[in-house]
Structures are given as structure tokens and as C-alpha cells.
């Protein structure tokens, strides 16, 4: 094989292996952007009625302060008991730059761990980002309900 022939050879076999990749990860088999029937959309932050996060709360939030996420909604518990009321269920992800959302149960507050911005359990904007009044928008607080010891929680 001549040098020429070596390289056109080279640059075809590159170029079908960047295609492959680029098929694959923009789409590949049976992949039509929606979730599959009966499974929880990934993420917190939207998408139609119907969509909902659930967690066992047999296994989970068995004490005031604490938390969990599922499907891209952060659960806490702030009281007894195991009607709604003693439960939040909020987007786990900050508005402002994608920081994880944790509960703080000493100070009764939602923190994002990235910029430090923090919320109150309705969602409204108690301290900007860094300590400032800084853009972040108030969280959405999604609505729950209880059925024996599943929280499910209907993201909207």
C-alpha cells in the first residue's frame, strides 16, 4: 500500500467511525425522546400533568430533617406524622446555575450547595446567590399525596 493510498484509507475509516458515534448519540435504536410507558421522566423541573416522583416512606424521611431525591424532586420532612402537611417536595435543582438542592433542617431552609442561594419551604427566595439579591427564581413546590407508604409527589 502506497502512502496516499495509506492516508485516503486512514481519513475514510476516521470519518465512518465519527459518523457512528454521532448517530449513536443522537438518537440511536428506539430512542424517541420520551420516556418509556410507566417510568418517571427524568429532572424536576417540568413537563406535562401526570408526571410524578414517588419514595417509600417505610424506607425514607423517618425523621424531621430528613431527605431524599427521586426523579429530579428533593423530598423532606418537616413534622411528625405522615399526612402531606409533614412533607415538601420541591425541584432538587437550583434555577439559578444547576446546584444540587439540599434541605437544612437547622435553619429551616433549602440551600443550594453550589452558590449558596437559599429558599424558603414555599419556594420564595429568601438570599440570592453568594449572599446577594442576585437572579434566581422562587422553586417550584409540586403538590404531594400519600397512598399506604408511597409520598408521590405530581410534577408540574
Not at 15 to 43: E, V, W
Request: proline content about 4%.
Amino acid at each position: 500500500m502506497e502512502r496516499e493510498e495509506f492516508i485516503k484509507s486512514l481519513g475514510l475509516g476516521l470519518a465512518l467511525l465519527c459518523t457512528g458515534s454521532c448517530i449513536s448519540g443522537c438518537g440511536g435504536k428506539g430512542d424517541t425522546g420520551t420516556p418509556d410507558p410507566g417510568t418517571n421522566p427524568p429532572g424536576g423541573g417540568g413537563g406535562g400533568g401526570g408526571n410524578t416522583a414517588t419514595i417509600d416512606l417505610a424506607t425514607q424521611l423517618m425523621a424531621i430533617g430528613d431527605q431524599a431525591t427521586a426523579n429530579g424532586v428533593l423530598f423532606f420532612r418537616i413534622a411528625t406524622g405522615n399526612s402531606t402537611a409533614s412533607f415538601v417536595a420541591t425541584e432538587s435543582i437550583c434555577p439559578h446555575q444547576g446546584g444540587n438542592l439540599v434541605w437544612k433542617n437547622a435553619i429551616s431552609k433549602i440551600q443550594c450547595q453550589l452558590h449558596f442561594s437559599e429558599y424558603g419551604t414555599n419556594g420564595a427566595v429568601l438570599q440570592g446567590p453568594q449572599n446577594t439579591t442576585g437572579a434566581t427564581r422562587t422553586l417550584k413546590i409540586y403538590s404531594t399525596a400519600i397512598s399506604g407508604t408511597k409520598l408521590t409527589a405530581t410534577i408540574a
